[in-house]
């Protein structure tokens, strides 16, 4: 059964709208990320949270941004979509052992089944 | 800073094995393994600690090498199942358990009948 969620699962829109891909998750995890994958690439962490009111940038630089207000929501925000917005967005999160959640290992990412967004 | 994945690309037939390795040039503290099918989210295999713990899942283990910040992913007697994407996430030493991950490339599997 799915325990990370994200909406919508596809989104078409066109240029300067803007948009924001909702993940949510009911396992309890401390960390949560957002990663951009390309058809058939690697996945590029692009934010990350510890917990409620933290977060921080990833390696790879976007003009989205992103809040944490509640442990089990992180939405996902751009401003002004445009067309090199485009690609599929993840959404993963995770626990330490010990800690809450199902079947934590150590750092164990469970994923969401991603956004696929396509800016026009 | 990505680890290096080879090869790039494996094609099998159903009872073969394969081995895909993952290697990097910082001290890691882990190594995680996941596989994605097309058109799917990644899904979790195993993680490798520093330490030397091994973990396997069914017929899929992997080793650590930790002097050389290499892992290698052993899939034996593989299914057609087994076809996809295969990626590995390195945690570096150091980076406080952040959980942060950094995932190579992807090698992607095929598993013929």
């Known amino acids: 059964e799915a325990d990370i969620y994200q909406t919508p699962r596809y989104l078409v829109i066109g240029t300067g709208k803007k948009i924001t891909l909702e993940c949510s998750q009911t396992?309890?995890?401390?960390?949560m990320y957002w990663y951009q994958q390309d058809p058939g690439m690697e996945l590029h962490l692009i934010h990350y949270s510890y917990g409620v009111n933290s977060t921080e940038k990833g390696d790879l630089s976007s003009e989205s941004t992103v809040s944490r207000i509640r442990t089990e929501h992180f939405p996902l925000t751009l401003e002004s979509a445009r067309p090199s917005h485009t690609s599929q967005y993840l959404c993963a999160s995770s626990a330490a052992p010990g800690a809450s959640g199902r079947r934590s290992s150590y750092n164990e990412q469970f994923f969401g089944p991603g956004t696929r967004l396509t800016v026009l | 800073q990505q680890p290096v994945q080879s090869p790039q690309a494996v094609i099998l037939r159903e009872g073969e094995d394969a081995v895909i390795n993952c290697s990097s040039s910082k001290a890691l503290y882990s190594v995680h393994w996941y596989r994605q099918k097309h058109g799917e989210a990644p899904v979790f295999l195993m993680i490798l600690l520093k330490g030397g713990e091994q973990k396997g899942h069914d017929k899929i283990s992997a080793s650590f090498n930790e002097k050389k910040q290499q892992s290698s992913l052993y899939l034996t007697a593989s299914q057609l199942s087994y076809s996809g994407t295969y990626f590995c996430?390195?945690?570096?030493?150091?980076?406080?358990?952040?959980?942060?991950?950094?995932f190579g490339q992807g090698t992607t599997l095929q598993v013929k009948p």
């Open positions: 396992m309890g995890h401390d960390k």
């Open positions: 996430g390195t945690e570096i030493s150091g980076s406080s358990n952040t959980g942060k991950l950094i």
